[in-house]
């Protein structure tokens, strides 16, 4: 082959240490959510594309240029999920579990799919972890669900380094009177605002809060609060949320700029956010859908989650897991081989983790044991079988000694 083959930009070959950072995250989060009582789900990768795209409301990023849509052999317009909340309603409702068992409480960990610009925290394929209550109005929901993603980065030792900042979207009519007042006031602004937020400040200005472009912020810092346009139910709600946060030990920071990316939140939206990481600096994000489910041709299911980039979270990681150190079971001369075989596979099904060289003398058997990082090599010659014994050597001290074949499995345990 003339070039070589490469990763398709914006993918990357997880392997090695890499691997391990990524895997140590998602196994964090599946131990603290099921402590949670969370049940993990697993649903398509591609799906119907009408799952992400309903209707022409969108005006998120991430369904109006981010998706990675075809069209099948059959005709069929799939998508790649760009998220995995709307693949998870979706489920609810194919699976018919509407109305039994509510609330469901969903943990999911996998790759999705989103047509980017590539940079340092930000790929094309890249991983989530995620978990939804489904059908809990109450506050208690949202704050809890909050608390397993802090738990989350405490078990994975970097709750330090980030900072939960929440906010509230209000209920419906909260919402209505606040677009009012954000169009009156960006209208006011609208030919200092980027092209883009010109276009959002006609079809959901609340986006333009969002909004990356310098002008734009500086617009923005002026901008009416939420806070001023609330129902006595929708700042009632936002302020259980609190309490209960502070009850569950979660420190936190009220942000009013926080909206979300997709446009089905109201009432709580938050994110953990790190300056650690450049600009890519959130690494858990969430909130209240209530409308969903409902979209999905549900009943109405209010539903509260997040979801966090796993490469970001390993890139916090303090220190990369370490690769398990093997035993190496070393026979020496062919008749050694059938017992050495025997205490190997004794070795496995006692948990540890064993190995053996495919073939080569003790020299080199010896050698590949030190560069697998081998714990520990355990040598069998023909006398030693002979005596039911073979020799221990404890590679990291360079001591050696004779112990009973039978004794191995639980010496090295
Ligand atoms: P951003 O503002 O960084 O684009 P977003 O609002 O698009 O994030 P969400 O849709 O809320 O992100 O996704 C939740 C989390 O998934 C993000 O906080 C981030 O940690 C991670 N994430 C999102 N897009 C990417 C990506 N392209 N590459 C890596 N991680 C990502
Ligand atoms: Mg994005």
């Known amino acids: 082959m003339s070039s070589q083959l490469q990763p398709a930009r914006g993918t990357r070959d997880l ?3 890499e691997f391990r950072r990524h895997h140590a995250v998602a196994e964090a989060a599946r131990r603290i959510s099921a402590l949670y009582g969370f049940e993990e789900w697993a649903t398509p990768i591609f799906e119907d594309t009408r799952v992400f795209a309903r209707g022409l409301g969108d005006t998120s990023d991430v369904v109006s240029k981010e998706m990675y849509s075809f069209t099948d052999r059959g005709g069929e317009s799939l998508t790649l999920r760009p998220e995995m909340t709307a693949g998870v309603c979706r489920a609810l409702v194919s699976n018919g579990l509407t109305q039994s068992n509510l609330p469901r409480k969903v ?3 996998g790759p999705m799919f989103r047509y980017e610009r590539p940079q340092k925290g930000r790929y094309r394929q890249f991983h989530q972890i995620g978990i939804e209550v489904l059908g809990a109005a109450e506050p ?5 669900v909050i608390a397993c993603g ?3 980065q405490q078990e994975l030792g970097i709750a330090e380094g980030t900072l939960l900042e929440i906010n509230t979207l209000g209920d419906a009519p909260s919402r ?5 007042a954000l169009i009156a006031y960006f209208t006011a602004h609208r030919d200092a605002l980027s092209h883009d937020s010109r276009l959002r400040l006609e079809k959901n200005p609340l986006r333009i809060l969002d ?17 001023d346009h609330l129902t006595a139910e929708a700042a009632a709600f936002y302020g259980a949320v609190k309490q209960h946060l502070t ?3 979660v420190p936190f920071r009220e942000n009013p ?12 939206a938050f994110e953990f956010v790190t300056d650690r990481l450049g600009a890519q600096g959130t690494v858990m994000a969430g909130g209240r859908y209530n409308g969903l489910v409902e979209e999905m041709g549900g009943p109405p299911t209010p539903s509260v989650g997040w979801a966090a980039g796993i490469e970001r979270l390993a890139m916090l990681l303090a220190e990369s897991p370490a690769a398990p150190r093997p035993v190496a079971v070393i026979p020496v001369g062919d008749e050694a081989e059938g017992p050495a075989l025997d205490l190997l596979q004794a070795l496995r099904a006692a948990g540890v983790v064993a190995e053996i060289a495919y073939r080569g003398n003790l020299k080199r058997r010896m050698e590949r044991a030190n560069r697998i990082n081998a714990r520990a090599a355990v040598i069998l010659g023909e006398t030693e079988i002979a005596a039911g014994v073979a020799q221990l050597r404890d590679l990291d001290a360079g001591t050696q000694e004779s112990v009973a074949l039978a004794d191995i499995p639980a010496r090295l345990q």
């Open 15 to 17: 392997i090695g240490e």
């Open 107 to 109: 943990f999911y960990a």
């Open 140 to 144: 208690l929901a949202d704050a809890e």
């Open 150 to 152: 802090w738990h989350i």
């Open 176 to 180: 209505d009177a606040y677009r009012a």
């Open 211 to 227: 909004s990356k472009d310098e002008t734009d912020r500086a617009i923005v810092a002026g901008a009416p609060l939420i806070g």
């Open 247 to 249: 009850r569950f030990g």
């Open 257 to 268: 700029r926080i909206v979300r990316g997709l446009d089905y939140y109201s009432h709580t």
